[in-house]
């Protein structure tokens, strides 16, 4: 039996195919969970435990479905002597049909139950219905432990008021529970709904609903520091070579060569970069198996780094760059070339401005970068260092932040239940433009800095760090309130 003083166990049953898996994956934040649409998926009963901080909050058991219920509760009903001995006479059948191959299914899902887990029955609300599920109900009743329901629509039909109707005459709390969209505060309502069953469970439960907050606070907290060191990194970012002084003069055929080299090798970083924190933030809200449409991002693909179609959907407007420049200047440094792309990597691929008001005007189709730079090599006699980067415009960095702020807000909002490729389709207005001024201008300094190739200091990093928490709050209150 399960003891009072361990972490809550709930047995997740149901009939075949009513998404019993789905439901296990999101409350346990577990994406590694094998759901199909075929019935039969679950052919033995598997636990999956809650660790935040490596405390077990709470261990769910996906159970294979009902097969025969209804020759199930004919045994039941045909041994029981009186209502007091049916939880004993469940845990009989268990005991006799353990090995019998024509009750192994009920007999997997009947196990945990009878050894104290709590009941989470789900039902699929887009069918009919209909009386074939009331043997299963009536056996789980017969156990006497505590019940739950869920109404979990899978397809396009709503019949959820019969089945709340009818849910209510068998368990004592029935809610509906869209396993692969119902949101983070649907799962915390749960466990507090579990904590009314049991008079035992409800401080545990109480703890995990402040555990998993945290645990989300901290989530996101960490997704800002990982957004900012790719930031950084990806707006600092030079390619060097060494080489002997008689390949770089200037205008010579190996010199172009050397700065096509260094170049795409400087745009593969930043790809590189990018998705490497995409794989850092999925790992960090515990997402393993996430198809993503842009995972191999190519010069032409409408979601490249590089594509016009990006600069349009992330870059900020000129009027933004003018308001929120806060006297940066319109080119930095000296010595700048501002290389301007041809069509083979996409016109006016990044940018829609450089710095400040004026540079935003001037240089609305370019993306700055500091192209080829040669520089002799103290006491390495005929050595000198070729250098390509880094990146000098401002816009570089808003497109990148975007992007990453985009693709987390997905995350964050996905249940460990979907399966569908995830998508990040470009947003119809600008979302910085949206947020108060202090952090709007934090961001705006740091990227300034970094424009400057200037390695941040611990204070700066944290500010940044700070400023794009805000812009993570800013930008979920704006999808918020652009799908009221």
């Not at 032409?300 to 407007?317: G, I, K, M, Y």
């Not at 390509?388 to 497109?399: A, N």
């Not at 979907?418 to 934090?442: C, F, I, Q, V, Y």
Request: hydrophobic share 35%; proline share 4%.
């Amino acid at each position: 039996m399960i003891s009072s003083n361990e972490a809550p166990v709930f047995a997740v049953v149901g009939h075949p195919n009513r998404g019993k898996s789905s439901v296990v994956a999101t409350l346990s934040q577990n994406d590694r969970i094998a759901i199909a649409l075929e019935p039969g998926t679950t052919r033995e009963s598997q636990t999956y435990p809650l660790q935040v901080d490596g405390r077990t909050l709470y261990t769910l058991v996906d159970t294979p479905g009902f097969q025969r219920p209804r020759r199930v509760l004919e045994w039941l009903e045909g041994h029981s002597l009186s209502a007091s001995d049916r939880p004993d006479t469940v845990a009989a059948f268990v005991r006799q049909h353990r090995d019998n191959p024509r009750f192994r299914d009920e007999c997997e899902l009947l196990a945990p139950i009878i050894e104290g887990a709590g009941i989470i029955y789900v039902v699929d609300g887009s069918v009919p219905y209909t009386s074939e599920q009331e043997a299963e109900m009536t056996i789980l009743r017969w156990t006497g432990q505590p019940s739950l329901a869920l109404i979990n629509r899978i397809g396009p039909g709503d019949h959820s008021e019969s089945w709340q109707s009818a849910l209510g005459q068998f368990f004592q709390i029935v809610r509906s529970f869209d396993a692969v969209r119902a949101p983070f505060e649907q799962h915390l309502g749960l466990l507090k709904a579990f904590g009314q069953l049991r008079p035992d469970w409800e401080q545990p439960l109480e703890d995990a609903t402040g555990f998993l907050t945290r645990q989300r606070e901290d989530r996101q907290w960490r997704s800002a520091q990982l957004i900012a060191a790719a930031l950084a990194d990806m707006m600092t970012h030079q390619e060097s070579r060494t080489l002997p002084k008689n390949l770089a003069t200037p205008g010579s055929d190996s010199r172009e060569a050397l700065e096509t080299r260094l170049r795409e090798r400087w745009y593969q970083h930043q790809r590189e970069r990018e998705e490497k924190l995409r794989n850092e933030i999925e790992a960090l809200y515990q997402h393993h198996r996430i198809a993503r449409q842009e995972a191999a991002l190519s010069w032409h693909h409408d979601h490249d780094l590089f594509s016009e179609r990006t600069r349009q959907t992330w870059a900020v407007s000129r009027g933004y760059l003018a308001t929120a420049g806060f006297g940066a200047g319109a080119v930095g440094g000296v010595g700048i070339d501002a290389l301007t792309l041809g069509h083979s990597l996409g016109a006016g691929a990044l940018i829609g401005g450089l710095l400040g008001a004026a540079g935003s005007y001037f240089y609305g189709d370019r993306l700055a970068i500091r192209a080829l730079r040669l520089g002799a090599l103290k006491g390495a006699g005929d050595l000198q260092t070729a250098t390509f980067g880094p990146v000098q415009d401002l816009q570089f960095g808003y497109i990148v932040l975007g992007r990453a702020v985009d693709h987390w807000w997905h995350i964050s909002q996905r249940n460990h239940a979907g399966r569908d490729p995830l998508e990040l389709p470009p947003s119809e207005s600008h979302w910085l433009e949206t947020l108060d001024g202090d952090t709007r201008k934090a961001i705006q300094q740091a990227l300034t800095r970094l424009r400057k190739n200037r390695k941040l200091s611990h204070g700066e990093q944290q500010e940044l760090e700070a400023a794009i928490q805000g812009a993570l709050e800013g930008y979920s209150q704006w999808r918020e309130e652009s799908a009221a």
